[in-house]
């Protein structure tokens, strides 16, 4: 029995041993100045949990406002922005110092938040106001509540900070809202419970998850800078695909758009341009979220319904694992290099990080589980900040 108890001791410090020595190598390869975070909004805790991706620990929790739910990140400025639901309010977290140096009061119900890519705005829709607000990130101020349809659940800014697409859940329309003149240009009706919105990289098309018809609409975006062949907002098809699409994943080139079909337990996989459904997968039982990776050649699908991620080849159009995470998996992140994901499950209260690898003779499987980090009461959303610290300012 006793030489029982030391091989099992021997066998946790040499684990201990390697746990070190890898995180030594990881740490060594960036700058003293470099900190990458993940950011968890916990519902029941009003609170954000903050995870340390250079050494996988929880080291902060942050109170913010009530029943936090949407997070997004600024890619210009350190910052973080986390709306509150159950407050109407949007609280600024300085990911520097890990503290809220702000709270902006919105209007009622709000869920998500999108950032424009200078940084320079946010935009929340509010599900019980029928408006969106519109934050100047710069004076932390809200410049404009823009009024739009029935309920609206998210509003999605374009690349080129021009337009923001709203999906009203209450009345099955879409706003196009003009983000310089900050009005509603085009009011389009489309299917049945719109939802999660993705917008191509140039900007030109808008794709909208319709939950209750099991299609997606493709909805044309004007372009002010076609002088010759000026274009409106307009739909152009309604794609049928699986049952409860609920949430859209665009590939980084915006070739394909990835639909998590809910009640079908698979994807369907848009072709953009052509506005075609190509091909669709079983992926496991009710995903709810995906992820692709940078360089579009791997998806990552969490089920909600089985407790696990698939992992889906792009390439080959072929699911290629499936790997066993916490209770209820939802929201999806990838870190900074591509090399971890960050599975968060909502009813274990806790983010799974899985480990991708180079798969050698030693290493038969290419994914494997690194750790699971608790959080707080029913975390909603998850979201990577990864940055320099900035030089202090000389007196």
């Known amino acids: ?16 041993g390697v746990w070190w020595y890898i995180r030594e190598q990881m740490l060594g ?13 916990n519902g029941k805790s009003n609170s954000v949990s903050v995870i340390d991706l250079l050494t996988f620990r929880r080291v902060k929790d942050i109170a913010v406002g009530l029943n936090p739910t949407g997070i ?41 938040v ?14 019980g106001s029928n408006n969106v607000s519109v934050i100047d990130l710069e004076r932390r101020s809200v410049l404009s509540n823009v009024r739009v349809g029935a309920a609206p659940g998210l509003a999605r800014v374009s690349s080129d ?8 859940r209450g009345d099955n329309t879409v706003s196009v809202v ?5 009005h509603v240009r085009a009011t389009l009706p489309v299917c049945q419970q719109p939802e999660d919105i993705a917008i191509l990289p140039d900007s030109s098309k808008a794709f909208v998850a319709c939950s209750g018809s099991s299609q997606v609409a493709s909805i044309e975006l004007a ?5 010759a062949n000026p274009t409106s907002d307009h739909v152009l098809a309604f794609l049928d695909v699986g049952r409860t699409p609920v949430n859209l994943a665009l590939k980084p080139d915006g070739g394909e758009l990835i639909v998590s079909d809910f009640d079908s337990d698979s994807i369907s996989i848009i072709e953009t341009r052509n506005d075609e459904v190509g091909s669709s997968a079983l992926i496991g039982q009710h995903p709810t979220h995906a992820v692709v990776t940078n360089d579009n050649s791997r998806l990552y699908a969490s089920n909600f319904g089985s407790n696990s991620v698939a992992v889906y080849d792009i390439d080959i159009g072929k699911r290629i694992a ?20 960050l599975v968060l499950d909502t009813q274990a209260g806790d983010v799974t990080v899985i480990q991708k690898r180079n798969p050698r003779k030693l290493e038969p499987t290419e994914y494997s589980l690194l750790t699971m980090i608790p959080v707080g009461v029913q975390p909603n959303a998850i979201v990577v900040k990864a940055f320099m610290m900035s030089a202090p300012t000389k007196k």
């Open 223 to 227: 372009n002010a800078k076609a002088e």
């Open 161 to 168: 900070g021009a337009t923001v697409v709203v999906s009203n």
């Open 29 to 41: 390869s960036y700058s003293p100045a470099y900190r990458e975070f993940a950011y968890v909004s």
């Open 114 to 127: 999108d950032v424009s890519e200078d940084g320079k705005r946010a935009y929340v829709a509010n599900s």
């Open 178 to 182: 003009d983000a310089k003149l900050l």
């Open 322 to 341: 499936t790997l066993a995470v916490g209770s209820r998996p939802d929201s999806l992140a990838l870190s900074q290099n591509q090399n971890y994901l």
């Open 72 to 112: 997004a990140a600024n890619a210009r400025k350190n910052e973080v922005y986390v709306v509150n639901s159950g407050s109407n309010n949007v609280s600024i977290i300085d990911a520097e110092k890990n503290v809220v140096v702000a709270t902006i009061g919105v209007q009622g119900k709000p869920y998500f």
């Open 1 to 16: 029995m006793q030489k029982v108890f030391l091989i099992l001791v021997v066998i946790a410090l040499l684990g201990a």
